[in-house]
């Protein structure tokens, strides 16, 4: 069984896909800030559309998911 796991950063998502890409020679694979999201109504009140709705990056042969969340 694989497991594919979904990280919430709070706000600091950017931060941690650098993180992982300098410590672990991690692999972004996508990227989309909310900005880019093409149901705006998905987008809601206050949340700062540069931060990162969803991401993949690969480790290895895992790929883990992350995001700001509703920061």
Do not use: W
């Amino acid at each position: 069984m694989q497991v594919q796991p979904y990280l919430f950063f709070e706000g600091a998502c950017e931060e941690a896909l650098a993180f992982y890409q300098r410590a672990v020679g991690a692999k972004v694979t996508m990227k989309m800030q909310y900005k880019e999201n093409p149901d705006k109504s998905m987008v809601c009140g206050s949340i700062d559309e540069n931060k990162i709705m969803h991401s993949a990056f690969e480790v290895g042969d895992s790929t883990v998911c992350a995001s700001d969340g509703m920061c």
